[in-house]
């Protein structure tokens, strides 16, 4: 399972967004100063922190360098109240590897999460036949090679790597389209029929591997 270090010390923000975090399938701990989030990042087994920049204690900077001297290999997100350019070239410069201002929709932090752990996804994903090569670009199913658009195979992708979980809709068009306001159009209706139709070959018919999940979003089945 994929664990986050939520680094923040207001919990009106760490609350909320843990659970958010928790319903995405993430294993969270959460720190509210910068000596407990250092140590939590330094002696857990962590695959991503969210760490805001303005900890008591150690701030996110700090924290951030620490990691990063320390040899390991985390993905760091931060989170400032801070818009000035200057200070998020600071905190890239630091070694984080995003940022997001404050305030931010809870819906772009999780998208760039997502983003963001996908670097360390695997090459190949393959579950109920489809076979997803994320470098080359190409997915197959059953053998034989799919040709899919764009915007086809960030939705496949999307459902594909957490397959078996359902993905409401307006993480799915957030993280594939990036524009909230789609929501209420049936743009992803219609992505996911024609998926469903090259997913199904070329005798036609509809696949069932993708779920719909009425009033919620869809799944992607691996059985």
Same mark, same amino acid.
């Given at each position: 399972?994929?664990?986050?270090?939520?680094?923040?010390?207001?919990?009106?923000?760490?609350?909320?967004?843990?659970?958010?975090?928790?319903?995405?399938?993430?294993?969270?701990?959460?720190?509210?100063?910068?000596?407990?989030?250092?140590?939590?990042?330094?002696?857990?087994?962590?695959?991503?922190?969210?760490?805001?920049?303005?900890?008591?204690?150690?701030?996110?900077?700090?924290?951030?360098?620490?990691?990063?001297?320390?040899?390991?290999?985390?993905?760091?997100?931060?989170?400032?109240?801070?818009?000035?350019?200057?200070?998020?070239?600071?905190?890239?410069?630091?070694?984080?590897?995003?940022?997001?201002?404050?305030?931010?929709?809870?819906?772009?932090?999780?998208?760039?999460?997502?983003?963001?752990?996908?670097?360390?996804?695997?090459?190949?994903?393959?579950?109920?036949?489809?076979?997803?090569?994320?470098?080359?670009?190409?997915?197959?199913?059953?053998?034989?090679?799919?040709? @899919?658009?764009?915007?086809?195979?960030? /939705?496949? !992708?999307? %459902?594909?790597?957490?397959? *078996?979980? &359902?993905?409401? $809709?307006?993480?799915?068009?957030?993280?594939?389209?990036?524009?909230?306001?789609?929501?209420?159009?049936?743009? @992803?209706?219609?992505?996911?029929?024609? /998926?469903? !139709?090259? %997913?199904?070959?070329?005798? *036609?018919? &509809?696949?069932? $591997?993708?779920?719909?999940?009425?009033?919620?979003?869809?799944?992607?089945?691996?059985?």
């Amino acid at each position: 399972m994929t664990t986050v270090l939520l680094a923040e010390d207001d919990s009106a923000i760490s609350d909320p967004l843990s659970r958010a975090l928790e319903r995405e399938g993430y294993k969270v701990l959460v720190a509210p100063d910068g000596n407990a989030a250092l140590s939590a990042a330094l002696y857990n087994d962590i695959n991503l922190v969210i760490l805001d920049l303005g900890l008591p204690g150690t701030d996110g900077l700090e924290i951030c360098r620490r990691i990063r001297d320390s040899g390991r290999d985390l993905l760091v997100l931060m989170l400032t109240a801070r818009t000035d350019e200057v200070d998020f070239i600071v905190g890239l410069d630091a070694g984080a590897d995003d940022y997001v201002g404050k305030p931010f929709r809870l819906a772009e932090l999780l998208a760039r999460v997502r983003a963001l752990l996908r670097r360390r996804e695997p090459e190949v994903l393959e579950i109920s036949g489809v076979r997803m090569e994320a470098r080359a670009r190409r997915v197959l199913v059953d053998g034989a090679e799919v040709s @899919l658009a764009n915007k086809e195979f960030e /939705l496949l !992708r999307a %459902l594909m790597t957490r397959a *078996g979980q &359902v993905v409401p $809709r307006e993480d799915i068009i957030d993280e594939v389209w990036h524009d909230p306001s789609l929501l209420t159009s049936k743009t @992803l209706d219609m992505h996911i029929s024609w /998926l469903r !139709r090259k %997913l199904a070959g070329p005798n *036609g018919g &509809v696949d069932h $591997r993708i779920a719909t999940v009425r009033g919620v979003g869809f799944r992607f089945d691996s059985d």
